[in-house]
């Protein structure tokens, strides 16, 4: 075992003895720790959980599996040139985005980094659209120019997918700002990696959410690596706590496990969009894929530990062997929605590569909303030069 | 027609729109219950409340970028940055996140912020707080840039820049937040992308935008009766949209010019202009194109020599007669 997955063992140790604690300054009391082997997790028999139907919880399943299946076609394609730039995989955190997206109601709004592909599909976004997009073609949903970091749909409340780490979370205090603004009873959740936590512009966000009682639920995806480096090497103290110096209540959730993620951000969301505060949550999960595509992955972790993670905590076998255990699939429904899961990713490949790419004529379109609404344009001069 | 400063203009502006539209917001470091580091917001907050006029902690790329989420939305904030010149610890947020988020989602999304402040030297402030990023800014499709010289266009600018559904930049000027100037009583709109012909003339055209305005005013009088030069005097008001016809047209009139401009020359906006000029009135150019702004380097400390780093009157008076050839 290498020194750097050394550090790794020790992060995902401390992690776990952590695991069940809660805190911030308007938390109760915390619980005592329950090991995770001593017996079923109690958020399995929370409300929001129980009070799923056996076809919502299959269709809960299904967008892991549609994630998943979607990004590896993805990822073949990228091997075949078929996708430039950057991809970066979601593979081993599907539970995450489907859990807190799950829980979304109308006014809720959702925001997040650059690995971003997961929360496109479980806000509801058409793979179609999410592969051209990746092709670099028209039919995109950003129409070829935002690429892979940059999904965006916010007819469903999806504002991105954003390139720059940490740059989205101010964002993020600025759609829950809007949402108090205009008295609507909304959350916003703003999405970042692990590595984002030590930007300023995050600590920044937190700040103000709190300073101003905004409905916002940060999450922190902790993945266990900022690109090649781990918890250990990049950031002193726990992540979670830090929620403490803003005055802001936290929590630390198994993101391995969809029913812990939805038992414990339902609470979150809810206090955000009735009490209008501001949360923190530190989501363990874990990515099998190197930081991109670009990343061979053989500096900083061994093949050992993503192979354990792969074998005891994938948040798909884990939800399927609960629902199975629950009646709620059975192997025939399995097989078929991973085989379903398989023909929409195709699809979606095919309809990528039979789309047109822009042409140069596009790519001075959407940049200023006057020069695309030139009847409506009360500006005079140029716009663009050459 | 009244007189009122420059100040008392962009005020005016801001509360007539804070009236007119109740997703117009104020947000910025002492807009609120301080007045304003330059006393631009004074009144608001007793005006319009605290929901409207908020004052932030000292953060720009958190409350810019909680700004630009909120546009999202559908809030319009107008933000003031106490200098522009801070706009540097917020870079990412502005020029990352508002200027292209249109863009990368395909069209989707609108960002109508306003940023607002002062950005200039003379005020011996050193190099931190001297900072005049027209240039930068413009540099980023997606966004619009505007430097008023007036009251009155400094009102109606702002105006137009809040309606705005693109990020808009607006770089006003602390020496002149003092001057005074006839605004009409009754609303009125500055569309953003019109040049204004400050002075009419017929040998030498200054194109020129914020306090080297009124410099320029004051060197072409001298021009006139000292030298017998009559001098016009375009003043840009936006850097983007551009207004290149009206530079064009007095180019054709005069053909000599002048570019006067607060910025360092290198990559300015005069070296896009002159560009321009060049590549589009070349035989009606009867010398070379000329350009005088801050000398370059660092924003001087020393009161006299920044005077003297700065365009002035006799500095522009001096490039005059030497783009005239005598």
Request: charge should be negative; include cysteine; aromatic fraction near 8%.
């Amino acid at each position: 075992m290498s020194k750097k997955s050394t550090d790794k063992t020790a992060a995902a140790a401390k992690k776990t003895t952590s695991a069940a604690k809660t805190g911030g300054a308007n938390a109760a009391p915390a619980a005592a720790p329950k090991p995770a082997a001593s017996g079923p997790n109690p958020s399995h028999s929370s409300p929001v959980n129980t009070a799923l139907s056996a076809d919502e919880k299959v269709e809960l399943y299904r967008k892991l599996v549609r994630i998943r299946r979607f990004e590896e076609r993805s990822l073949r394609a990228y091997q075949a040139k078929k996708i430039g730039g950057f991809l970066h995989l979601y593979i081993g955190q599907e539970a995450v985005a489907v859990g807190c997206c799950s829980l979304m109601g109308k006014d809720d709004h959702v925001i997040t980094a650059y690995r971003d592909h997961g929360h496109a599909i479980a806000v509801g976004m058409d793979t179609k659209a999410l592969m051209a997009e990746l092709y670099g073609k028209v039919t995109g949903c950003s129409k070829g120019k935002g690429g892979s970091m940059h999904y965006f749909d916010p007819a469903r409340n999806f504002w991105g997918g954003h390139g720059i780490v940490g740059g989205q979370v101010p964002l993020g205090a600025g759609l829950a700002y809007a949402l108090k603004y205009k008295g609507l009873k909304g959350a916003a959740m703003a999405f970042m990696g692990d590595g984002a936590v030590n930007q300023g512009a995050v600590h920044e966000a937190y700040n103000l959410a709190s300073l101003w009682s905004l409905p916002v639920v940060f999450v922190i995806e902790n993945n266990g690596y900022s690109m090649g480096t781990s918890q250990a090497r990049s950031s002193a103290g726990e992540l979670a706590t830090r929620a403490a110096g803003y005055d802001m209540k936290w929590e630390i959730i198994d993101g391995h496990d969809l029913y812990d993620v939805r038992a414990k951000m339902e609470p979150l969301l809810r206090r955000a969009r009735e009490e209008s505060k501001p949360a923190l949550v530190e989501i363990m999960t874990y990515r099998y894929r190197g930081h991109s595509v670009a990343d061979p992955d053989k500096t900083y972790r061994s093949k050992t530990e993503i192979e354990d993670y792969q074998r005891t905590k994938d948040p798909i076998n884990l939800f399927r062997a609960i629902l199975q255990s629950e009646g709620a699939l059975t192997d025939e429904l399995i097989e078929k929605i991973d085989t379903e899961a398989r023909s929409e990713a195709d699809f979606a490949a095919d309809f990528a590569e039979a789309s047109p790419f822009p042409t140069p004529e596009d790519i001075q379109k959407d940049v200023y909303w006057e020069a695309d609404n030139p009847s409506q344009r009360t500006s005079g001069g140029r716009l663009f030069f050459n | 027609m009244p007189l009122i400063t420059y100040r008392e203009a962009l005020r005016h502006a801001m509360a007539e729109e804070l009236t007119r539209d109740e997703n117009v917001v104020i947000l910025g470091e002492e807009v609120g219950q301080f007045h304003g580091a330059y006393k631009v917001t004074e009144g608001l907050l007793e005006k319009f409340g605290p929901k409207r006029i908020v004052d932030t902690p000292i953060s720009e790329a958190g409350f810019i970028g909680l700004g630009v989420g909120a546009s999202m939305l559908g809030v319009r904030p107008v933000m003031e940055l106490m200098f522009w010149s801070f706009y540097s610890v917020a870079f990412d947020q502005i020029l990352n996140n508002a200027a292209n988020i249109r863009y990368m989602s395909g069209g989707q999304i609108n960002c109508p912020i306003v940023i607002r402040g002062p950005a200039n030297g003379g005020t011996n402030v050193g190099a931190t707080h001297s900072h005049t990023p027209e240039n930068i800014l413009a540099h980023h499709p997606g966004v619009k840039v505007v430097v008023p010289s007036t009251p009155y266009d400094a009102k109606g600018l702002l105006k137009s820049a809040i309606r705005d559904n693109d990020p808009v930049f607006v770089l006003e000027n602390t020496i002149l937040y003092g001057l005074e100037g006839e605004v009409p009583s009754e609303e009125y709109l500055i569309p953003l992308g019109h040049a204004d012909v400050k002075r009419a003339g017929t040998d030498l055209t200054i194109v020129t935008y914020g306090r080297p305005v009124i410099q320029s005013l004051a060197a072409a009088q001298q021009l006139q009766q000292e030298h017998n030069l009559s001098v016009e005097i375009v003043d840009l008001r936006t850097i983007r949209p551009l207004d290149i016809d009206t530079v064009l047209a007095s180019v054709r009139k005069t053909h000599r010019v002048l570019i006067v401009e607060e910025q360092r020359p290198f990559c300015g906006v005069g070296a896009q202009l002159a560009y321009m000029i060049q590549n589009e009135a070349f035989d009606e150019l009867d010398a070379p194109i000329q350009r005088l702004g801050t000398v370059d380097a660092p924003a001087i400390y020393s009161p006299p020599a920044e005077i003297e780093q700065l365009p002035n009157s006799q500095r522009i008076l001096k490039a005059a007669l030497a783009t005239m050839g005598s």
